[in-house]
């Protein structure tokens, strides 16, 4: 059988994964921009240290005499203006007034060590005032030609990065008036928002590949409806900036940063792409196979308590629409009488689900006494370990449903089909069956989608542990 949602398939692979594996666009500039940064604050520093203890008051100390005491020196003063964003892009690097007040904490930290190491011999006052001093003044002058030398590179046309823009007509020459401000950037192009549509995202994303984008301007009227599009930008290694309108609501995985003097947010591409992707599939894999066999003797004695408690099969199947909405075959403990299928259409008036997407019904006369058991304690799920190991689910993600509920969606919706259906996700944590409206599972699902990290699913293996326990919404 052919059903109407299966048009749309075109056999890609997570929306959260890459093609390849591949790194930053544009990385090899900032990678040179921090290195030669970093350069020029060691000379400077080492500089400062020199002149300081051959100006002040000389007195016999480790801290002068041992090059290790130096190294650390180093070591606290990079690493402060490192922890400080003193070497990020932009406006950052030359922001002067935190530059000193970060190379001022640095001393006293240094200060701090030398007291609690060797509290009766540092170096002279009049050295340790030099050396603050010194660096303050050659950290802020190496910044200022760094500055200087780069800008009369980038107008000979070198240094650049090209960028790509997209925004509605109305918006287009405000944003490209705000992008030429920025002596950084060679915009390659401009495009209307519709090139970000479903039909469209795939030729935009490969033509940008092609010209070698480095990062892309997005309107927020363009992107606001597509959040999702994100992680087609992060998979191909490109920087999203989004250009700010008076009413805007900030994605989660932005960065608020400056472009010239306006504030804008950012979406920036792994350093290497779609590499946590892998890090989760490989942890599913993993798992999966533990959990095979430390659960084997749960799985066996289950078994025989479906096997003596009602006719029929040990194992559930039933078809759900997983990734890019492909058919497969979900695997459960069977909870419910043989027939129970055949069944539902004489119950679908009873459904408890408001907007009748979804079926669910409390004290369902289909469900064996084992399987309320099982259900109570999520133990139906158990098997799906068997889909994972086959790639067709992971342990986190949005549910995979019915073919009788997909068959109700709306367009909106197909989105949570992007990524792999998953053994549990942030619905199952937030409510299981007490949610009694299918868009909000939707935007629970959404929300995942938009946010998802390694460590969003760490944190919903947990929480699920917490909720089967305490049989929240079970049922």
């Known amino acids: ?85 003193l070497y990020d892009a932009g406006v950052e690097r030359r922001n002067y007034f935190r530059l000193i007040k970060v190379v001022s904490l640095s001393e006293c930290l240094l200060l701090l060590i030398a007291f609690l190491y060797e509290p009766n011999r540092y170096i002279s006052r009049s050295t340790f005032i030099l050396f603050w001093l010194f660096s303050i003044i050659f950290i802020s002058l190496d910044r200022w030609i760094f500055d200087v030398a780069t800008n009369l590179v980038r107008k000979r046309g070198s240094v650049r990065h090209p960028v790509f823009l997209i925004t509605d007509l109305e918006d287009q020459e405000n944003s490209v008036r705000l992008i030429e401000k920025e002596n950084c950037y060679t915009l390659m192009g401009v495009a209307e928002a519709s090139s970000l549509d479903r039909d469209n995202r795939e030729a935009t994303l490969e033509s940008l590949r092609k010209q070698g984008i480095v990062e892309v301007f997005i309107s927020w009227n363009a992107i606001k409806n597509r959040l999702y599009i994100s992680w087609h930008f992060m998979n191909a290694g490109i920087t999203i900036w989004i250009l700010p309108t008076d009413k805007e609501v900030l994605p989660s995985n932005s960065v608020l940063s400056k472009v010239g003097e306006v504030a804008c ?50 194992f559930f199947k039933q078809k759900r629409i997983g990734l890019h909405c492909q058919p497969f075959e979900i695997w459960k403990f069977r909870t419910m009488i043989v027939n129970a299928e055949k069944l539902q259409s004489s119950l679908e008036a009873k459904n408890e689900i408001k907007d009748g997407v979804l079926f669910k019904l409390k004290g369902d006369p289909r469900v064996t006494r084992v ?15 068997f889909n994972v190991l086959l790639c067709e689910m992971s342990l986190v993600g949005p549910r995979p449903l019915p073919i009788r509920d997909v068959e109700k969606f709306k367009t909106k919706h197909f989105i949570r089909q992007e990524v792999l259906p998953g053994i549990t996700g942030l619905w199952q944590v937030s409510g299981r069956s007490d949610i009694d409206n299918f868009e909000d599972g939707v935007k629970l699902d959404i929300s995942y989608i938009e946010n998802w990290s390694i460590g969003l699913d760490l944190k919903i293996l947990f929480k699920t542990v917490g909720v089967v326990l305490q049989k929240t919404g079970a049922y």
């Open 1 to 85: 059988m052919t059903y109407k949602y299966l048009s749309i398939v075109n056999f890609k692979p997570d929306l959260r994964s890459a093609k390849d594996t591949r790194v930053q666009k544009g990385l090899a500039i900032k990678v040179l921009r921090v290195v030669t940064l970093v350069l020029l604050d060691i000379i400077s520093l080492k500089f400062a240290w020199e002149l300081a203890v051959s100006l002040g008051t000389p007195l016999e100390s480790k801290w002068t005499e041992n090059l290790s005491f130096q190294i650390l020196t180093l070591i606290v003063v990079i690493g402060m203006l490192s922890a400080q964003g």
């Open 371 to 385: 399987g309320k058991f099982l259900r109570r304690y999520s133990l139906d799920e158990l098997p799906q370990i």
């Open 265 to 314: 947010l950012s979406i920036p591409a792994p350093i290497i792409v779609g590499g946590d992707f892998w890090v989760k599939r490989g942890f599913d894999l993993f798992c999966a196979t533990i959990l095979l066999f430390i659960l084997a003797p749960v799985y066996l004695f289950i078994a025989i308590l479906i096997k003596l408690d009602s006719p029929g099969p040990v």
